[in-house]
């Protein structure tokens, strides 16, 4: 019976190690920076001016461009679920753009994020469904 007890103790132990390395916590002061903005909704962008988004964590704003057009904004968190990301407010400026697809496209994206994760310095952008919406690099 003691024998018993040990394996189930051990084996517990080891439940609680793997499941504390398995689950990666996010931070949102990870955010920090520019990324560059290199797929939306699993297509490539190319655009007339590098697209990227800069996070200041301090100020819990957010700066970039879309393509074309400056992108400015806020970041909201909910600091009981790390992962969440939305964008208040976000505004553009309103240069004409050669090819207006590819900013209408970030625009629309930055609307619909809600969570995020980072991996091997690669920024993903989620949706309400926990869908990528936007794959980004840091600069």
């Known amino acids: ?78 600091e009981n679920r790390p992962g969440t990301l939305s964008f208040g407010s976000v505004g553009s400026t309103k240069r004409m753009c050669a090819d207006m697809a590819v900013e209408d496209a970030i625009l629309q994206a930055i609307g619909n994020v809600k969570e995020f994760k980072i991996e091997d310095n690669k920024l993903i952008l989620k949706d309400e469904a926990g869908q990528e919406i936007m794959k980004l690099q840091k600069r």
Request: net charge negative; with cysteine; charged share 20%.
């Open 1 to 78: 019976m003691l024998h018993m007890k040990k394996i189930v103790m051990i084996m517990g132990l080891i439940s609680l190690i793997a499941c504390g390395t398995n689950k990666k916590s996010v931070s949102f002061t990870s955010l920090e920076g520019e990324w560059i903005i290199k797929e939306v909704n699993n297509k490539e962008i190319k655009a007339e001016e590098t697209p990227f988004l800069g996070f200041n964590i301090t100020e819990k704003s957010l700066y970039g461009n879309a393509g074309c057009n400056s992108v400015m904004g806020f970041l909201e968190t909910d």
